[in-house]
C-alpha cells in the first residue's frame, strides 16, 4: 500500500496569507496526485490533478507542484472561503488519501 | 452536469450486508469509472472501489474480501455490497465519477451508514 502523509495537520492562517501544504507519498507515485477541499457536512471538492493541472472552474489562487514522492498545494492569497480541510489523494496504485490539512482561521 | 445521489439503509446490524445504491443523472454512464469512498467520523478518506460499465472493478486490498460492486446501466445507477459489517463501518458513504483524467470529479452528497445493534 502506498502511504501519504500530509503536514501540517492543522494550519492557522490570516485572509490574504500565502498557504502552502505539503504531502509526502511513501513511494513514488510519479505524478498521480490530486488535491481536494472539503468543507465541514459536504463531499470534497477536486481542486488539481496530476499534481498541477486546475480543475475546470478552480480560482487560480490554487496551485500544486512536486513528482515522485513529494508534493504541495498553495493557496497564493488566502480567502474567506478558503477555510476547509485539503487532502491529497494518490492514483497510481490503488487509490489513497492523506489525513487531511485543516485550514483555520488565525 | 453530473449530478449523483447515494441511498440506502442508514442503520445496519453487525455482521449483517451494508447495501447502498447511487442514482446518477448524466445522459449515459458509459464511459466512466463509478467510485464508492468513505469517510469514518473525524478520520481521512477511504476508497473502497470502483466499477466501470463493462462490469470490470478494482477494490481496496483492505476491503476486498468484502465488498461486491455492481453497475445497471438500464437505470443509470451502481450499487455497493459490503459484507460482515462491524462498528469500524460505520463513516459516511459517498459515491463518485471517475472519468478520463482518473480522480474523482463529481461526488454525491453522501449517506451516513451506522454498524450498532
Known amino acids: 500500500d502506498i502511504q501519504m502523509t500530509q503536514s501540517p495537520s492543522t494550519l492557522s492562517a490570516s485572509v490574504g496569507d500565502r498557504v502552502t501544504i505539503t504531502c509526502r507519498a511513501s513511494q513514488s507515485i510519479s505524478s498521480w496526485l490530486a488535491w481536494y477541499q472539503q468543507k465541514p457536512g459536504k463531499a470534497p471538492k477536486l481542486l488539481i490533478y496530476?499534481?498541477?493541472t486546475l480543475e475546470s472552474g478552480v480560482p487560480s489562487r490554487f496551485s500544486g507542484s512536486g513528482s515522485g514522492t513529494e508534493f504541495t498545494l498553495t493557496i497564493s492569497s488566502l480567502q474567506p472561503d478558503d477555510f476547509a480541510t485539503y487532502y491529497c489523494q494518490q492514483y497510481d496504485s490503488s487509490r489513497t488519501f492523506g489525513q487531511g490539512t485543516k485550514v483555520e482561521i488565525k | 452536469q453530473v449530478q449523483l445521489q447515494e441511498s440506502g439503509p442508514g442503520l445496519v446490524k453487525p455482521s449483517e450486508t451494508l447495501s447502498l445504491s447511487c442514482a446518477v443523472s448524466?445522459?449515459?454512464?458509459?464511459?466512466?469509472?463509478w467510485s464508492w469512498i468513505r469517510q469514518p467520523a473525524g478520520k481521512r478518506l477511504e476508497w473502497i472501489g470502483r466499477i466501470n460499465t463493462s462490469g470490470s472493478t478494482s477494490y481496496n486490498p483492505s476491503l476486498k474480501s468484502r465488498v461486491t460492486m455492481s453497475v445497471d446501466t438500464t437505470n443509470n445507477q451502481f450499487s455497493l455490497r459490503l459484507s460482515s459489517v462491524t462498528a469500524a463501518d460505520t463513516a459516511v458513504y459517498y459515491c463518485?465519477?471517475?472519468?478520463?483524467?482518473?480522480?474523482?470529479?463529481?461526488w454525491g452528497q453522501g449517506t451516513l451508514v451506522t454498524v450498532s445493534s
Open positions: 496530476k499534481a498541477s
Open positions: 463518485a465519477r471517475e472519468h478520463k483524467t482518473m480522480v474523482l470529479d463529481y
Open positions: 448524466v445522459g449515459s454512464i458509459s464511459g466512466s469509472f
